[in-house]
């Protein structure tokens, strides 16, 4: 049994070789007919590709030689076109030479022509000019001996005669002129100026240069001065004031030209008497926080400055510069006054004129601003306020009537010139400043001795705090067409040589008396 089972696989085994491996090749005979199949599909596909993809490729290339053909073409065209046209201009321009040639050749003939006749003309007008002159010298001869003057001595008498008709009428026509100016101009400036002072009521305080603080007994008068006097050395120290203490009763007066200064002071003593602690640290404490709220109440007091004139816009910086002139003075008035005064009069003048009511208002606020800093940076405050005013972004028209206000530059608008009045008008107020004696003397001498350094003045009195000059000439050397004339440079040399508020009037007078005796 096993023998014939082993017999049964060795047969099994020598059938099943040969019948694998046949089956095996025929396996991989079909496997790779089949990837031969699949290659020579894949062949043809690709070749069919590449002609399709060489098609496209042949037809884009003729495409763009088409379009390349077409460019140079339509570029050769447009080449030609502009040849053709240039040339056509070359042809024009030489028809217009050549007519141009002609037409010069035509005139060179003209010029010939005419130059023959000018000859011809110049030769008989010799002749007649000899013959004019001949006879001009007999008629001078003539002239000389009949009425007994030589040729130089009839010319001075015709020059002399000449210059005095020429300046009579030049003097009437002058005072003719402004007769009829003063008629339409002096009604209008004066009903203008009327009108704005009657519209404008301003208080008016006067500033000083002392403080007087009040204290609670003459007992407070030594806890202020301290020890050895510490005390009040430590307060003049913080505060560049003068604190002087005297015989006057119950009272501490500060002295100092700034009034910011003194306004420091006066807080910083008042707190101190009411506080009761007086010694140097606690001066130097309360001097600061007194700094400190005077600075506060200085932007208060420049935004209600611009709420009151009804000025908006303007910088911080330059309302606290504003602020400050509530504690600067000219000539005793107070500036930021005097700031409000000047906005609220310009604004009044505008108006009337039909000009931009705001715009002269803040020129009028601001003409002054220059006076917060002026002692700090050197020059005229006008210029200094200008400077400051465009820092903080001002407009032009601004900047230039605060630098004209006071003619340091020439005024150049309306605006410049509305300032320039109202600011004349503010200051020139009855009670509105004041002059130190010596000053206003000196003023008044300048005043006079401009008017006698002419020729033919024989005296000049000043009155009317020297608004007004009376000139009193010389009847002999000066007549009346002089006189008027002289009034007018008299003017002109003040207005160059002097600086005044307002207006001066020049009064020349001339009087001719005949006296006599009957006997």
């Known amino acids: 049994m096993e023998f014939s089972t082993i017999f049964m696989g060795i047969v099994g085994l020598g059938l099943g070789l040969p019948a694998g491996y046949y089956i095996d090749k025929w396996i991989s005979q079909k496997t790779l007919n089949e990837a031969r199949t699949l290659a020579e599909r894949i062949l043809d596909e690709a070749r069919k590709e590449a002609s399709a993809h060489k098609k496209e490729v042949i037809l884009a290339a003729q495409d763009e030689l088409f379009r390349q053909k077409q460019d140079l073409e339509r570029e050769f065209r447009d080449k030609t076109q502009s040849v053709e046209e ?80 020429t300046r009579h009428e030049s003097a009437r026509m002058i005072r003719q002129i402004e007769m009829e100016a003063r008629e339409t101009a002096d009604k209008s400036s004066k009903k203008i100026l009327a009108l704005a002072i009657q519209r404008y009521a301003g208080d008016f305080v006067a500033e000083q240069t002392v403080t007087a603080v009040t204290l609670p007994s003459e007992e407070m008068k030594g806890r202020i001065i301290g020890r050895e006097g510490r005390n009040i050395r430590a307060l003049e120290a913080a505060t560049g004031v003068d604190l002087i203490i005297d015989d006057t009763p119950e009272t501490v007066i500060l002295s100092a030209f700034s009034p910011l200064k003194r306004q420091i002071a006066k807080m910083a003593l008042e707190r101190l008497i009411t506080d009761g602690r007086i010694h140097p640290a606690r001066i130097e404490d309360i001097v600061k926080k007194c700094e400190q709220e005077l600075d ?38 107070n500036v930021l006054q005097h700031s409000l005064e000047v906005a609220t009069l310009a604004g009044i003048m505008a108006a009337e004129l039909g000009l931009d009511v705001k715009r002269a208002k803040r020129a009028g606020l601001l003409h002054d601003i220059g006076k917060a800093v002026d002692h700090e940076i050197e020059g005229p405050h006008a210029l200094i306020g200008a400077d400051l005013a465009k820092k903080f972004g001002e407009p032009a028209d601004i900047l230039h009537a605060i630098q004209a206000h006071h003619e340091d530059v020439p005024p150049k608008s309306v605006l410049a ?25 000196k003023r008044l001498e300048e005043l006079e001795n401009l ?11 000043a009155i009317q705090a020297g608004r007004e000059i009376r000139v009193v000439v010389d009847s002999e050397q000066i007549d009346d067409d002089k006189t008027f004339l002289l009034c007018k440079d008299i003017s002109k040399r ?12 020049v009064t020349v007078i001339r009087e001719k008396r005949a006296v006599g005796f009957a006997k």
């Not at 024009?92 to 010939?112: A, Y």
């Not at 160059?496 to 508020?501: A, H, I, R, S, V």
């Open 86 to 165: 240039k040339e056509d201009q070359i042809l024009r321009r030489r028809e217009r030479l050549e007519e141009k040639q002609e037409q010069i050749v035509q005139k060179e003939t003209d010029l010939l022509a005419v130059e023959k006749r000018l000859t011809g003309k110049e030769r008989e007008l010799e002749e007649k000019s000899e013959e004019l002159a001949a006879l001009a010298g007999e008629h001078d001869k003539r002239l000389q001996e009949i009425a007994g003057l030589t040729m130089e001595e009839a010319k001075k008498q015709i020059m002399e005669e000449t210059e005095s008709r």
């Open 296 to 333: 506060v109440k200085v932007r208060e007091v420049g935004e209600q400055a611009t709420f009151d004139s009804g000025v908006h816009g303007i910088h911080p910086e330059l309302v606290r510069f504003l602020g400050q002139l509530q504690y600067r003075t000219s000539y005793s008035q």
């Open 417 to 441: 010139i509305l300032v320039q009045a109202a600011d004349s008008l503010s200051g020139a107020r009855p009670g509105a400043r004041k002059e130190l004696l010596e000053s206003y003397v």
């Open 451 to 461: 008017a006698l350094d002419f020729d033919g003045v024989a005296k000049a009195y």
């Open 494 to 505: 003040i207005e160059e040589n002097l600086t005044y508020p307002g207006q001066i009037r």
